[in-house]
């Protein structure tokens, strides 16, 4: 069989042997898809100011072969912002704060996560001590200091205001995502009862209409109000969304991506959290077992790592989406401060503030941060900077070299 296959070679003619090789139309699309992943970019869709938000959802894009692994238009996700102190350069300079955003490891595939069974065992010591309140603090959320996973639910969406923008993506709360479902199945029923076997009125590919986000003040409070616009015309999807929406990275890439840079900085976070509870869980048995068993899972060839003064691409990539913080995470920190009536001297008060200081550096913003000035003024004149903020390519907070590290961290792990 060898010999046949070698006689056609030396009998067909340099032009024979360049048509058998020609790529075929399908073979080059897919090829072409594939390659534009690896060069993409997310854009990060913020509701950074008061008004309404008008939004065209985008349906999960199935894979080349026409298969897909979730159906709808949103992914799930647990996580949590990690504030780390790092120490001073020198014993007279002031310690400073850094931030980074990590996912549930078991999440992202694997079978612990250090986070959860530290908050576990760092409740149970707090019960053995009779410290009710230490457990309640810090089984409960990450804005009252505890270990808690934030649940929320990524999608992509087209701005309609800007749509020249493309694909962007756009993370909800858990309770802006159960607002919109609602009103997604009462219309969807309605769409129904007069069309049998009408699609998803949001998410479909011909029959999606308008979602509405208006973020207002009520009184000192920030609120978003979530609607669907079913009285204009539905908003059908270009061929050359669809086209981009195929490129796209997938969602799950990015979200529930886990690595070794990820790892240390948990490490480290919750070192400091055995120091501020003043507990030894890291020492634990269960808890080193933990380390052990997610350090070994992780990719051999993962070569990223944490370090406060590292400044290389694993660093930087790896901050993940929001690299550090975003102004919604600030007004809602805020409106529990208020909620709760802590006032200016409350640690919650004070760490908010220096999270305020870190948004405004890390924005490049060009406000005077004052000792008089109050966190909610700061937050006021933090909304008028941005809107006089020309629009920018710094909107999208991972850049290029983050988003290359975020995939191919993903392509290693599979």
């Known amino acids: 069989m060898q010999e046949s296959n070698e006689k056609d070679i030396l009998t067909m003619s340099v032009e ?34 008061l008004g309404t938000y008008h939004l065209r959802v985008l349906p999960i894009a199935p894979s080349t072969d026409g298969r897909c692994d979730r159906l709808g238009y949103e992914y799930p996700v647990r996580q949590i912002l990690m504030e780390l102190i790092r120490p001073g350069a020198t014993p007279t300079s002031k310690a400073s704060s850094v931030y980074v955003s ?18 576990k065992l760092a409740v149970a010591a707090a019960n053995d001590r009779d410290d ?21 639910h990524v999608m992509y969406i087209i701005d309609l205001d800007e749509r020249a923008k493309g694909i962007q993506m756009l993370t ?35 029959n999606g209409y308008a979602v509405e986000i208006e ?9 978003y109000v979530v609607d669907i616009d079913h009285v204009s015309d539905s908003i059908a999807l270009t061929n050359e969304e669809l086209a981009k929406l195929m490129a796209a990275p997938r ?16 490490i480290e976070f919750l070192k400091q959290c055995d120091a501020k509870f003043e507990m030894n869980i890291m020492d634990s048995l269960d808890m080193k077992y933990a380390i052990d068993k997610l350090g070994e899972e992780l990719p051999k060839d993962d070569k990223s790592s944490f370090s406060f003064d590292k400044r290389a691409k694993d660093s930087r990539g790896n901050a993940t989406e929001s690299a550090g913080i975003s102004l919604d995470d600030l007004f809602v920190r805020q409106e529990e401060l208020e909620q709760q009536k802590l006032g200016d001297k409350s640690p919650e008060y004070l760490d908010l503030r220096a999270m305020i200081r870190t948004y405004i550096e890390q924005e490049k913003l060009d406000i005077r941060f004052t000792r008089g000035t109050s966190n909610k003024n700061l937050l006021d004149m933090i909304e008028e900077a941005l809107k006089q903020a020309p629009e920018s390519a710094s909107d999208d907070p991972q850049g290029e070299d983050a988003q290359d590290e975020a995939q191919s961290s993903e392509r290693r792990r599979r």
């Open 251 to 266: 969602i799950p890439e990015i979200i529930y991506r886990y690595n070794r840079y990820l790892y240390e900085a948990t």
């Open 102 to 119: 990590v996912t549930r490891a078991t999440d992202s595939g694997f079978s612990v996560d250090l986070i959860d069974t530290y908050r």
């Open 215 to 223: 973020k207002r003040k009520n009184g000192g409070k920030t609120e």
């Open 16 to 49: 024979e042997m360049f048509v058998a090789s020609q790529e075929s139309y399908e073979a080059a699309q897919q090829r072409a898809i594939e390659e534009s992943k690896s060069f993409s970019k997310t854009e990060f869709f913020r509701m950074d100011k």
């Open 132 to 152: 009710e309140k230490l457990a309640e603090k810090i089984g409960g959320g990450s804005f009252g200091g505890g270990l808690k996973y934030g649940y929320g």
């Open 172 to 206: 909800l709360s858990h309770s802006q995502f159960k607002e919109l479902d609602e009103r997604k199945f009462k219309l969807w029923q309605k769409k129904l009862s007069k069309s049998p076997g009408f699609p998803c009125p949001i998410s479909s590919v011909y």
